[in-house]
C-alpha cells in the first residue's frame, strides 16, 4: 500500500511511517546564555523496525529521544507519532497519547518496590482504565512470555537486575502501544545478561508489530538493532542499515567523517 495520509496539519504521511521529526529544534536558555540541543533535525521511523540512536555525551541523542517520547517538547518543529503531531498536544492530550500510544523501559528499571511482578505490570492499564481482571489476565500473560511467569507474585526486592528489566519489558507492552522506547537498556545488566534482554525485547515487538527506538551507548544493540540514526552537536550525521555495519567481535568501525 503506497497510498499517503494527511494530519490536520496537511503533512503527508506514509502509512509505513510510524514516528517522524520535522525541522525540530530544541534550545535551553538559562539567562544569557542559549544551548542548541538540537538543530533542525528531520527523522523518518518505520513502523516495526528496531532503531537505535547513538551519539557520544552532549550530542543531542537524550533530547531527541525525549521529544519523541513527549516528555520534551521541540522549541521548533514537528513530532509527528501515528499521523498526531504530539507537539501541539495539550497536556490532556499528551498524557493519553503518551499512555496509548508509547512504552517506556527505563535505564533504572522504575519498578515500584511495594507492588509484585504483576502489579507493576498492571499499572499502565491501571491508567487506560481497562477491566481490572482484563489487566490481570493480560499482564499474566506478558510476563509469561519475558519467562517470569512463575515469580508474577514476586516483588523487585526478590528478583535480579535481568528480572527487573524483564518485568520492565511487559510493562511497557502493557497497552499494545505503537512503539516502545528504551532508554540504555542494558546499563545496569551485564555482557550476557544484556545481550539476552535486547534479543528478547526485539522478538517480543517483532511478534507484537511494535516499533522499538533505543537510545544507547551499548554496541551489543547494533547486532540486533534494523537502522541507526547516529547523532552530533545536535544533528543526524548518518543513519545506516544494519546490513552496512562493519562489526567485529563486539566492535564497531565508524567511518570517518570530513
Not at 512470555?145 to 502493557?174: C, D, F, T, Y
Request: proline fraction near 3%.
Amino acid at each position: 500500500m503506497n497510498e499517503t495520509a494527511k494530519n490536520g496539519t496537511g503533512t503527508l504521511l506514509e502509512p509505513d511511517i510510524v514516528v517522524r521529526t520535522l525541522g525540530v529544534t530544541k534550545v535551553y536558555e538559562m539567562g544569557s546564555v542559549q544551548t542548541h540541543a538540537l538543530r533542525g533535525v528531520d527523522l523518518d521511523i518505520m513502523r516495526g523496525e528496531y532503531m537505535a540512536i547513538m551519539g557520544p555525551s552532549g550530542s543531542g541523542k537524550s533530547t531527541l529521544f525525549n521529544m519523541i517520547g513527549g516528555l520534551d517538547k521541540p522549541t521548533e518543529g514537528m513530532v509527528f507519532i501515528d499521523e498526531v503531531d504530539i507537539a501541539a498536544l495539550d497536556s490532556y492530550e499528551l498524557a493519553w497519547l503518551r499512555c496509548r500510544k508509547i512504552g517506556y523501559i527505563f535505564q533504572s528499571f522504575n519498578l515500584l518496590p511495594m507492588l509484585t511482578a504483576l502489579e507493576n505490570v498492571m499499572m499502565p492499564m491501571t491508567f487506560a482504565n481497562v477491566d481490572p481482571d482484563e489487566a490481570r489476565d493480560r499482564s499474566y500473560d506478558l510476563l509469561k512470555k519475558v519467562g517470569l511467569g512463575e515469580r508474577w507474585n514476586h516483588r523487585p526486592g526478590r528478583m535480579s537486575g535481568g528480572q527487573h528489566q524483564r518485568v520492565a519489558i511487559a510493562r511497557s507492552l502493557a497497552n499494545n502501544p505503537a512503539i516502545v522506547l528504551a532508554d540504555e537498556p542494558t546499563a545496569n545488566l551485564d555482557l550476557r545478561t544484556g545481550a539476552e534482554i535486547i534479543a528478547m525485547l526485539k522478538e517480543l515487538c517483532r511478534q507484537m508489530g511494535v516499533t522499538v527506538i533505543s537510545a544507547t551507548h551499548d554496541h551489543k544493540m547494533l547486532d540486533i538493532c534494523d537502522r541507526v540514526t547516529w547523532i552530533r552537536d545536535g544533528m543526524i550525521e548518518r543513519i545506516e542499515k544494519r546490513e552496512d555495519l562493519d562489526i567485529q567481535v563486539g566492535v564497531i568501525e565508524e567511518e570517518q567523517t570530513q
